[in-house]
Nanobody
């Protein structure tokens, strides 16, 4: 079993920054993909950014150039640096890990005020 614990959400004004972190524990394989999804009220959950254990990254078009994903394989952690935040970034952000199965964190709220 795998557990994911997120931290770092909060309230910020438009143009501000936040850094999300996620720590994974349990039965974690050396080859996996970690990342972040988000879900706003009334909308589907969408991929924000992902990173493989080899360091390959992908981003949603809406966050390219503003968000940066990184990970520490030794600590099984993944981070999302979010800069120049916009009100439309407001959502619950979920950490995920995919290996032979997909695991989700409990979610952390990010609210961006205009």
């Amino acid at each position: 079993q795998v557990q994911l614990v997120e931290s770092g959400g909060g309230l910020v004004q438009a143009g501000g920054s936040l850094r999300l972190s996620c720590a994974a524990s349990g039965s974690i394989f050396s080859i996996n993909t970690m990342g972040w999804y988000r879900q706003a009220p009334g909308k589907q959950r969408e991929l924000v950014a992902g990173i493989t254990s080899g360091g390959s990254t992908n981003y949603a078009n809406s966050v390219k150039g503003r968000f940066t994903i990184s990970r520490d394989n030794a600590k099984n952690t993944v981070h999302l640096q979010m800069n120049n935040l916009k009100p439309e970034d407001t959502a619950t952000y979920y950490c995920h890990l995919r290996q032979y199965a997909t695991y989700w964190g409990q979610g952390t709220q990010v609210t961006v005020s205009s």
